[in-house]
């Protein structure tokens, strides 16, 4: 009995060490297969640009953090640049808001002439911050007007851009005729736009047809440009998580950004999540007082409430409040849903 008792023992200390063992040799594996990915990931992203930023000179409104939770923000720039640098006007300003945790994106337009006060320089339009002191100005400038907690930046110029949409495989959007007019007489190369209506356009058509603002306004300028990003958002997320790497390698040379590695695989894995929402907005708008005025040394310029506009971003980004609801109480904003809703289905049963 003595014997059967001590041999058993043996055989159970022999399973541990098996377990064990085994146990060891799969986390190896799995950890020199992270390590492979990582790696292959560095190749893929070794081409950008990189530009780490001083974080003590952003202004950044530390007490956003608790407020954040998982939402990050950063902001994209499109420079008034045809010489793949990074120098010059920010023609593009628009906040990027990702919420991890509703799977929302948020895109948010400041218009290039906003009047606004640039740190060190004094009151002028905000698009002249980047070219005064690049992107740390830039983002400085927007946190301090917007009390925002922006650290980070994604920025290209219209060269890029449009190599950028090729990458993607072109966008598909909906031009009328003045559109089409615009798009060939300010097209910088390739073949000119012959139709209407809904038609698919390449990277330099689709740069032309973002820089349109003769025919309308300054907010149609840049709802064009959510058109646009809308539409390479849109192809993103319909790419098959394959062909990711190969589009990140391409597209790498063509940006600068302050993101580190780590951060950029944090946003690859929002952007492969599914069901992502996009929801855009953009300043000024109908839901605020604006004006157009010419000021001294600055030129044409918008004014509007700059803290309320500050306020009514907040709401939106952080309380899910859209901007056409923007004051309203939480009764009249079910209210509106609510109708909003009847609406869509009104629409959706009239689908054939």
Sequence with gaps: MHKKQKKEKSKKKSLKILYFQTLMITLGILCTFLLVLY????????????????????????????????????????????????????????????????????????????????????????????????????????NENFD??????????????????????GVDIEVSEKERQQINAYLLEGAPLRETGMVHLNGPQAVSYARIRKIDSD??????????????????KNM??????????????????SLSNEEILQLVSVALTGGLELEQGAFPNEYIESRGETVNGSGWVYIYDIEQAADMIHAFIYQDIPLAQYGMTEEERKAANAQEAAVAQGEQEEIP
């Design 39 to 142: 790696g292959v990931f560095i190749y893929f992203v070794g081409g950008l640009n990189r530009i780490q930023l001083d974080e003590s000179k952003l202004s950044v409104n530390a007490g956003l953090a608790q407020e954040s939770g998982k939402i990050t923000n950063i902001v994209l720039y499109g420079l008034d640049s045809r010489n793949h640098d990074y120098n010059g006007l920010s023609d593009v300003i628009m906040i990027v808001s990702i919420n991890n945790k509703d799977d929302k994106v948020k895109l948010i337009s400041i218009a290039r002439d906003t009047y606004v006060n640039v740190p060190g320089y004094g009151k002028t339009k905000i698009n002249h911050a980047y070219s005064y002191g690049g992107a740390e100005l830039a983002i400085q400038t927007l």
């Design 219 to 236: 907010n149609m300028r840049t709802q064009r440009q959510r058109n646009v990003l809308e539409q390479v958002f849109q192809k993103g």
């Design 148 to 169: 925002l907690n922006i650290t980070d930046y994604v920025t290209t110029n219209f060269d890029s851009l449009a190599e950028v949409i090729d990458a993607v495989g």
């Design 240 to 257: 098959s998580p394959l062909e990711f790497p190969g589009l990140i390698r391409q597209l790498a040379p063509l940006v600068e950004t």
